[in-house]
């Protein structure tokens, strides 16, 4: 008996379903120096858009350690989830730092000001991560079915579960 159901996705259909599930998680783990740091840094961060080409924005000082880090190694790991049992989210890519005005006007809302003093802050710098592989595991139908399909599972003694995994391919 099969426990796991594969679906690998590649190109629009693999970046619709990062934008899907960053949007639910709303928040990473954006990991640095992956290659040459032991350990590895990590920090939480607020992912503010997945763009139609399937790059992570996310804003920053540009003054921090984690500028610093992707100067030197340039290779992130982004880590996520949107629900208690689904919608986790699997991203190596290159970080860039991006020195664009209209773009932080673009991102800006007002929760930022926790960090920044407005969008014209002389501090900010945007890190734009390119994606170039990727794994999701979520469930194969909206919740309620899902949840249908584990309850059944549960008084059955049967495998009914919905979850689906594979790779991204960008």
Partial sequence: MTDKKTKDLQGAEAIDKMKELA????????????????????????????????NFWFMNRKDSLKEEEVSEDPFVHLLMQGGKRAGFLNVYGIAEQVDDKEKVDELWSKPLEIWFDGPDDPSISLLKVVPYEGHYWDN???????????LTSILTGENHHDGIQGDLEV
Avoid at 140 to 150: I, L, R, S, W, Y
């Fill in 23 to 54: 949007t639910e998680a709303k928040t990473c783990f954006f990991c640095t120096d992956i290659k040459t740091g032991v350990p590895l840094s990590v920090r939480p961060m607020t992912i503010l858009e997945v763009d139609d080409a399937g």
């Fill in 140 to 150: 194969e139908h909206a919740a309620p079915v899902a949840t249908f399909k584990m």
